[in-house]
Structure formats: structure tokens, C-alpha cells
T-cell receptor, first 109, second 116 residues
């Protein structure tokens, strides 16, 4: 039931854009996005509750396609502070919460 | 600072032992979640409590148990520890809402458990 993320890892130069995808084999009712820096706890970025909804957080935005059971996280004009591992997460009807496989993002100068 | 506290920060113990990890949620949050993160691995959902009652179980071993007390703090008990139980254990809390699991989760700093 764990959502699958792609790519597994990506390296960007400052100012470049990136897209992280999250796919589920089960129906998605909501999608969360979190970022975890090395040695730290995950930090909430955004939650998407409705199909097709897009939300934004600074230069980070996300979309949610309920029909395709997918969500994508868009990072534009990446900054060094964006480095970390990004996780999508979703709850099922049983109130279990599953995080995705994770995407390691490294931004270099 | 997320407002979620976890103690202890580090725990080193031997195989076969039992340990208790403690979590205090943010003020006002009724939901507490426990996660296990092994070295360079993802976050595995263990269990979710809402206002003192178990709401959902994930990949939690039978040797592990948890509870949430009337003051809403939670404890995760790990017994008959094995080497493979070495991991970072996070708790998270979220604000009350119908369906609890849909709200943003605030994570504590984690407890790093090392089983020797």
C-alpha cells in the first residue's frame, strides 16, 4: 500500500526546477507532502484534499489527480535549502497512514 | 520546534530487553502517530491513537505495543528487542478533525534506538 515515488534521487543546480511524482495502487483520498532533512524530523509542506487541486507553498506547489491516483510536487527555482528527502503520504479508509518511498533531492551551487 | 516532544533522545540496549518510548503531543492535538525509520529507509506507519483510543494499526510487530493516556501523551513499548529493531522512532501529532488522519502531522525529534 506504500505509494511509489519517482525519481528516487535527483541532483539540481540552484535555480533549476524539479518534479517529484507519487503514485498509488489504491484510491487516494488525500495526499500529504513532507520534507525531511538529514538527521531531522519530517516537516509538513502541504496537503491536497480534492482531486485536481493544486496548492502552493513558497516556490513549491503540488497537484493531485484523483482519477490517476497520482500526485506531483513541483519545485521551481530551487534553493540550497530545498535539499532533503521528500515524502508523499496518504491515508486510507482504515485511517492507516502510508508514506511514499521517498525522493532524495540535492541542490548544489 | 514542532511542539511535539519525545524522550529519550537516544537509547542503547541489548537484545531481548524491553524499552519504553514516550511522546507528548502538541497542546490541543488529539491524534498521535508512531513511525519507525530504519537507516536510510522510509517512514513505516506503526499505529495511530485518537483521544486515548487506538484508531489504526500499521506494520507493528506483536512485540510492540502502544497506548495513549488521558493526558494524551503516548508510550510505545518495544519488547524482546532484536538487532533489526534498531531505528529512529518518530511520533507525530495532529489536530482534531473528523477522520484525524487527514490533518497535517507535526513530528517530534525522534528517539534513536540502538540494539546491541
Amino acid at each position: 500500500q506504500q505509494p511509489v515515488q519517482s525519481p528516487q534521487a535527483v541532483i539540481l543546480r540552484e535555480g533549476e526546477d524539479a518534479v517529484i511524482n507519487c503514485s498509488s495502487s489504491k484510491a487516494l483520498y488525500s495526499v500529504h507532502w513532507y520534507r525531511q532533512k538529514h538527521g531531522e524530523a519530517p516537516v509538513f509542506l502541504m496537503i491536497l484534499l480534492k482531486g485536481g487541486e493544486q496548492k502552493g507553498h513558497e516556490k513549491i506547489s503540488a497537484s493531485f489527480n484523483e482519477k490517476k491516483q497520482q500526485s506531483s510536487l513541483y519545485l521551481t527555482a530551487s534553493q540550497l535549502s530545498y535539499s532533503g528527502t521528500y515524502f508523499c503520504g496518504t491515508a486510507n479508509t482504515g485511517n492507516q497512514f502510508y508514506f511514499g518511498t521517498g525522493t532524495s533531492l540535492t541542490v548544489i551551487p | 520546534d514542532s511542539g511535539v516532544t519525545q524522550t529519550p533522545k537516544h537509547l542503547i540496549t541489548a537484545t531481548g530487553q524491553r524499552v519504553t518510548l514516550r511522546c507528548s503531543p502538541r497542546s490541543g492535538d488529539l491524534s498521535v502517530y508512531w513511525y519507525q525509520q530504519s537507516l536510510d529507509q522510509g517512514l513505516q506507519f506503526l499505529i495511530h491513537y485518537y483521544n486515548g483510543e487506538e484508531r489504526a494499526k500499521g506494520n507493528i510487530l506483536e512485540r510492540f505495543s502502544a497506548q495513549q493516556f488521558p493526558d494524551l501523551h503516548s508510550e510505545l513499548n518495544l519488547s524482546s528487542l532484536e538487532l533489526g529493531d534498531s531505528a529512529l522512532y518518530f511520533c507525530a501529532s495532529s489536530a482534531p478533525k473528523a477522520g484525524g488522519a487527514y490533518n497535517e502531522q507535526f513530528f517530534g525529534p525522534g528517539t534513536r534506538l540502538t540494539v546491541l
